[in-house]
Each structure stands twice: as structure tokens, then as C-alpha cells.
């Protein structure tokens, strides 16, 4: 079993900029690919990004190309999200998400998911 959990959410201005760090503990060995997924109220969860965790190939939502960056790092079974030029649009919570396969899954019918990180922008 994988637990995952993030850290590093927060309130934030419009233009600015946060980074989100999950770290994976317990069968790290069978995860294949991390990413983020995103929930804002009333809304369902949707898909942000996701990396590979051999590879590092990287894929993201359009709605966010250009502005976020997913890595991780192998040593410290650690997987991040920095998130620049934010907008109010991003408020959300975010969530970690693991899968023994790659690609992920961009359904939300994941393996591994962490307790989420609020993320808050003002306008």
C-alpha cells in the first residue's frame, strides 16, 4: 500500500506562485506514474498533470500548460507541482495521485490518492 501526502498549499495573490510537494511512503517500488488532480467547489475533480516516475515524460491540462511544472524526485519518493502566474481560477484542492501503470489515468479511477492540499487564490 502507498500513502501519499502533500504539503505546501496555501493562499496566494493573482500572478503569484506556489509549489506542492507529495511524498510517497509504504510500495513506492510498483508506483509507474505520479500527477496532480485539482477539485474546486461545486465542480468534479479534474486532471492537472501527471509525470512517469522512470522516465520522466511529462503531460498536462490545457488549462494550465505553460504555467505549471510537475517533477519528481526519485531519492526522496517525492513528486512536485510548481504552480506560477496563478488565477483565481486555479482555487482549488489539490491532489496527489499514483498509479501502478503509465500512462496515468486521467479519469480519477487511480491506485493511490493523498488527502488533498487547499490552494487558494485571490483576485
Known amino acids: 500500500q502507498v500513502l501519499l501526502v502533500e504539503s505546501g498549499g496555501g493562499l496566494v495573490q493573482a500572478g503569484g506562485s506556489l509549489r506542492l510537494s507529495c511524498a510517497a511512503s509504504?510500495?513506492?517500488?510498483?508506483?509507474?506514474?505520479m500527477g496532480w488532480f485539482r477539485q474546486a467547489p461545486g465542480k468534479e475533480r479534474e486532471f492537472v498533470a501527471a509525470i512517469s516516475w522512470s522516465g520522466g515524460i511529462k503531460y498536462y491540462a490545457d488549462s494550465v500548460k505553460g504555467r505549471f511544472t510537475i517533477s519528481r524526485d526519485n531519492a526522496k519518493n517525492t513528486g512536485y507541482l510548481q504552480m506560477n502566474s496563478l488565477k483565481p481560477e486555479d482555487t482549488a484542492v489539490y491532489y496527489c495521485?499514483?498509479?501502478?501503470?503509465?500512462?496515468?489515468?486521467?479519469?480519477?479511477?487511480?491506485?493511490?490518492w493523498g488527502q488533498g492540499a487547499q490552494v487558494t487564490v485571490s483576485s
Open positions: 495521485s499514483a498509479d501502478r501503470q503509465w500512462p496515468m489515468r486521467r479519469d480519477g479511477m487511480n491506485d493511490y
Open positions: 509504504g510500495g513506492t517500488g510498483s508506483i509507474h506514474g
